[in-house]
């Protein structure tokens, strides 16, 4: 919920500002696939995220927003082991443009917050705390913080005078095994 909180409060600030300033803004909203791997627990997931840029030049942009990797429940007889992934994110795209849109390419970092439960093979919890056992295996719960470095590649393709079909593969790695794999589709949105 503090992410959420965040975002709208950077949202609020950015569309806030002059005429001037939202000239050369944009925003996006995608969906797609997420291959997510933290400690011991790999899952594979819907994702979302939201964004905003600013074109600062006539060749790069920066970028803010709130990406949700993951939201799987889990169950109280731990049948199926839950994790929840989502964190604000910030970047530079770079872009060369085409006849038919344009092809970017994103570096960046994310602060992700990872809440999951997972299986020890260890009678003890590398992260989080001990919620019971489970066939001889303890069952951990956490929830971390987890700083991220981003690297992505991506194609916008104008489908009309300030709307663009965005296709982009991001690759996202951080600490203690943080590992994803995103590939999206979205709508990207030029308010000038």
Do not use: P
């Not at 570096?107 to 917050?113: I, K």
């Not at 994803?180 to 949105?189: A, F, N, P, V, W």
């Amino acid at each position: 919920m503090k992410t959420t909180k965040i975002v709208l409060m950077l949202a609020t600030l950015l569309a806030s500002q002059s005429a001037a300033a939202i000239e050369k803004m944009y925003g996006v909203i995608s969906a797609g696939y997420s291959d997510l791997e933290y400690s011991n627990t790999a899952e594979e997931a819907f994702s979302y995220k939201l964004i905003l840029g600013h074109q600062f030049h006539r060749q790069w942009y920066v970028e803010a927003g709130f990406i949700q990797l993951a939201d799987i429940e889990s169950e109280s007889d731990f049948s199926t082991l839950g994790i929840q992934a989502n964190g604000l994110y910030l970047g530079v795209t770079g872009k060369a443009s085409h006849a038919v849109g344009e092809l970017f390419y994103r570096l960046g970092v994310a602060n992700f917050d990872v809440q999951a439960v997972e299986l020890s093979t260890d009678s003890e919890c590398l992260l989080g705390e001990s919620a019971g056992m489970l066939n001889g295996q303890a069952v951990c719960q956490f929830d971390e913080g987890v700083a991220a470095g981003i690297i992505g590649l991506g194609f916008d393709y104008y489908v009309a005078t300030k709307t663009f079909v965005r296709l982009e593969a991001e690759y996202m790695r951080g600490k203690d095994g943080f590992d994803t794999g995103l590939i999206s589709l979205g709508i990207r949105y030029n308010f000038n």
